[in-house]
Nanobody, 123 residues
Framework: VQLQASGGGSVQAGGSLRLSCAAS????????IGWYRQAPGEQREMVAR????????TYADSVKGRLTISRDNNKNTLYLQMNSLKPEDTAIYYC?????????????????WGQGTQVTVSS
């Protein structure tokens, strides 16, 4: 299964973006999956994760109330709606599955990160 993130861009503070992550293959619906980000000079961090059936989500404290994760299992696609963006949201955003046997809470991301999509927020 491969993942392709898209939808990034450059916006001003307070603006919005919607990221998408398209998955190949037929197993997308069986796995928890999440969004992660890495800013220059920083370690990669979890942004949000969602259970396989969309019933449960978890967010980093820094994005709660501003970013919303969702998925469409019929379209093999993960989304991240980003509102009220701040300059500190500037990063490359990646999507990644949780390994088999882990959940949206206990998630261990796979080793495949793909290219990600750049989000730049200016003040």
């Amino acid at each position: 299964v491969q993942l392709q993130a898209s939808g990034g861009g450059s916006v001003q503070a307070g603006g919005s973006l919607r990221l998408s992550c398209a998955a190949s293959g037929s197993t997308f619906r069986y796995y928890a999956i999440g969004w992660y980000r890495q800013a220059p000079g920083e370690q990669r961090e979890m942004v949000a994760r969602i259970s396989s059936d969309s019933s449960m989500t978890t967010y980093a404290d820094s994005v709660k109330g501003r970013l919303t994760i969702s998925r469409d299992n019929n379209k093999n696609t993960l989304y991240l709606q980003m509102n009220s963006l701040k300059p500190e949201d500037t990063a490359i955003y990646y999507c990644n599955f949780c390994l088999d046997g882990t959940t949206y809470i206990t998630c261990l991301p796979s080793d495949y990160w793909g290219q990600g999509t750049q989000v730049t927020v200016s003040s």
